[in-house]
T-cell receptor, first 118, second 114 residues
Framework: DGGITQSPKYLFRKEGQNVTLSCEQN?????MYWYRQDPGQGLRLIYY???????QKGDIAEGYSVSREKKESFPLTVTSAQKNPTAFYLC?????????????????FGPGTRLTVL | AQSVTQLGSHVSVSEGALVLLRCNYS??????LFWYVQYPNQGLQLLLK??????LVKGINGFEAEFKKSETSFHLTKPSAHMSDAAEYFC????????????FGTGTRLQVFP
């Protein structure tokens, strides 16, 4: 079955640590996204990538970094510069890339990673 | 930029009752509108979307939504609630012509009582 996988499901971080969240898709989608979800705030866009080796900052990119070396993979690193990282992180993908208007595409989401700072 | 407002962060209904979740949007261009559902500790799943054409959109699990341009609304309804409908529901609008991002509402948590 095609879909998006995220790992780990739960992640605990100590103060000052960097952690990396994995996102893999086998849908052959061009575009991938990272969202942060906090209670009562909906989803906020962290980073997105419309094509391999290219990515753009979203609304809350500070303290996060990404890479897109392969079409199917879009890992997110939460750095020590992110002062309040405890949240639920969702990865998504859409078929459309640079040739399309991606915000009109259906987004396919992974099951999420819950990050907690100890 | 476009925006979306979901009225009511929590909605409770009895099993078998009508479900009505409200969504209003602002858009300077014809909007693309979406409803997504999130079950506990899971990702989001598309329920339905409006692009162009017929204003009444049917989705999965018996849900439907009607695009009303005059009211700038896209409310989600289901005639008869089921216990399995308990989840969080997000309305979203495509921010076409500006940031080209998908703008999500803050969500409405639906509780269904037996």
């Amino acid at each position: 079955d095609g879909g998006i996988t995220q790992s780990p499901k739960y992640l605990f971080r100590k103060e000052g640590q960097n952690v990396t969240l994995s996102c893999e898709q086998n849908l052959n989608h061009d575009a991938m996204y990272w969202y942060r979800q906090d209670p009562g705030q909906g989803l906020r866009l962290i980073y997105y990538s419309q094509i391999v080796n290219d990515f753009q900052k979203g609304d809350i990119a500070e303290g996060y970094s990404v890479s897109r070396e392969k079409k199917e993979s879009f890992p997110l690193t939460v750095t020590s510069a992110q002062k309040n990282p405890t949240a639920f992180y969702l990865c998504a993908s859409t078929l459309g890339g640079l040739a399309g208007v991606w915000s009109t595409d259906t987004q396919y989401f992974g099951p999420g990673t819950r990050l907690t700072v100890l | 930029a476009q925006s979306v407002t979901q009225l009511g962060s929590h909605v409770s209904v009895s099993e078998g009752a009508l479900v009505l979740l409200r969504c209003n949007y602002s858009s300077s261009v014809p909007p693309y509108l979406f409803w997504y559902v999130q079950y506990p500790n899971q990702g989001l799943q598309l329920l339905l979307k409006y692009t162009t054409g017929a204003t009444l959109v049917k989705g999965i699990n018996g849900f439907e939504a009607e695009f009303k341009k005059s009211e700038t609304s896209f409310h989600l309804t289901k005639p008869s609630a089921h216990m399995s409908d308990a989840a969080e529901y997000f309305c979203a609008v495509s921010d076409l012509g500006t940031t080209d991002k998908l703008i999500f509402g803050t969500g409405t948590r639906l509780q269904v009582f037996p």
